[in-house]
């Protein structure tokens, strides 16, 4: 069974930087898409950014220029840099991670979710 464990969370100012980390374990033969979704109160879960194996990007257009994805292959890891955070960057960020395990089975699996709160 895999498993994505997030970190790196917390409460920062506006205009200051966080670093998210997404670590995955398991039997995993390849991780395709890595990917941050953030979740808002009363609001749905929205994309932040993904990247794929071959570390092509894509961002939200409301964190173009400020978050930075980026991946580790082979530690099984992904990171998100936030700068610049906004008060409406406020919410519950989650690791998401496309997984081929040694079956060749293709499946998706979500981190259990780290709270940032940005302060004005």
């Known amino acids: 069974q895999v498993q994505l464990v997030e970190s790196g969370g917390g409460l920062v100012q506006a205009g200051k930087s966080l670093r998210l980390s997404c670590a995955a374990s398991?039997?995993?033969?390849?991780?395709?898409?890595m990917g941050w979704y953030r979740q808002a109160p009363g609001k749905q879960r929205e994309l932040v950014a993904t990247?794929?194996?071959?570390?092509?990007?894509n961002y939200a257009d409301s964190v173009k220029g400020r978050f930075t994805i980026s991946r580790d292959n082979a530690k099984n890891t992904g990171d998100l840099q936030m700068n610049s955070l906004k008060p409406e960057d406020t919410a519950v960020y989650y690791c998401?991670?496309?997984?081929?395990?040694?079956?060749?089975?293709?499946?998706?699996?979500w981190g259990q979710g780290t709270q940032v709160t940005v302060s004005s």
């Open positions: 398991g039997r995993i033969f390849r991780i395709n898409t």
């Open positions: 998401n991670a496309e997984i081929t395990d040694y079956r060749l089975i293709k499946y998706d699996v």
């Open positions: 990247i794929t194996s071959g570390s092509s990007t």
